[in-house]
């Protein structure tokens, strides 16, 4: 079992920058991919970005391509969301996932634990 807390959300103006964090406990959090989704009101949960268990593989929504950068350190079993150049249509709750399996980790039903969520909300 792994639990999985994210923080760092909250309001910001469009153009700043905000940092997500998502710190993991349990057996084994380490060697799990981990990936970061995002759901606004009405819509569906949707795919942000993903980082492999040692970090190397990286992958990201064409829409935050070169906005936002995914990191881990795993001596702290923490995933990081660095989120910059923020846009209102970035307004969501986020939420970090953790995966046993190494692929097809833009679909969410591929991760086997989530967080609660941290909602950001972007004003324009």
């Known amino acids: 079992q792994v639990q999985l807390v994210e923080s760092g959300g909250g309001l910001v103006q469009a153009g700043g920058s905000l940092r997500l964090s998502c710190t993991a406990s349990?057996?084994?959090?380490?060697?799990?991919?981990m990936g970061w989704f995002r759901q606004a009101p009405g819509k569906e949960r949707d795919f942000v970005a993903h980082?492999?268990?040692?970090?190397?593989?990286?992958d990201y929504a064409d829409s935050v391509k070169g906005r936002f950068t995914i990191s881990r350190d795993n001596a702290k079993n923490t995933v990081y969301l660095q989120m910059t150049s923020l846009k209102p249509e970035d307004t969501a709750v986020y939420y970090c996932?953790?995966?046993?399996?190494?692929?097809?980790?833009?679909?969410?039903?591929?991760?086997?634990?989530w967080g609660q969520g941290t909602q950001v909300t972007v004003s324009s």
């Open positions: 349990g057996r084994a959090s380490s060697v799990y991919a």
């Open positions: 980082i492999s268990w040692n970090g190397i593989n990286l």
């Open positions: 996932a953790a995966s046993r399996v190494s692929f097809r980790l833009w679909v969410s039903g591929s991760y086997d634990y």
